[in-house]
């Protein structure tokens, strides 16, 4: 059975920085596309950043310069540098595999907020 598991999250002030991890298990993590997704309040779940498993990156416009995404096969586990954050990018925030997603995880809580 997949599972993903993310941490990181946290109440943070316009500005600050957060990293989140995403752990993945029963599945082959280092042959997957995966991505990191951001869900905010009565608003649909929207794709912000992806990394093959070649390690190629992608970032949706409005993080592009603010957050890297990153990967580590060895343990896993994705994560996501997110720096420079702003009250817009609160957010439940969920990893998954781009392509044929698996049962999302719980996600974390981002709030920016002063």
């Known amino acids: 059975q997949v599972q993903l598991v993310e941490s990181g999250g946290g109440l943070v002030q316009p500005g600050g920085s957060l990293r989140l991890s995403c752990t993945a298990s029963?599945?082959?993590?280092?042959?997957?596309?995966m991505g990191w997704y951001r869900q905010a309040p009565g608003k649909m779940r929207d794709l912000v950043a992806d990394?093959?498993?070649?390690?190629?990156?992608n970032y949706a416009g409005y993080v592009s310069g603010r957050f890297t995404i990153s990967r580590d096969n060895a343990k896993n586990t994705l994560y996501l540098q997110m720096n420079n954050l702003q009250p817009e990018d609160t957010a439940v925030y969920y990893c998954?595999?781009?392509?044929?997603?698996?049962?999302w995880g719980q996600g974390t809580q981002v709030t920016v907020s002063s």
């Open positions: 029963g599945l082959i993590f280092s042959d997957n596309y």
């Open positions: 998954n595999r781009v392509r044929q997603p698996v049962d």
């Open positions: 990394i093959t498993n070649y390690g190629r990156t």
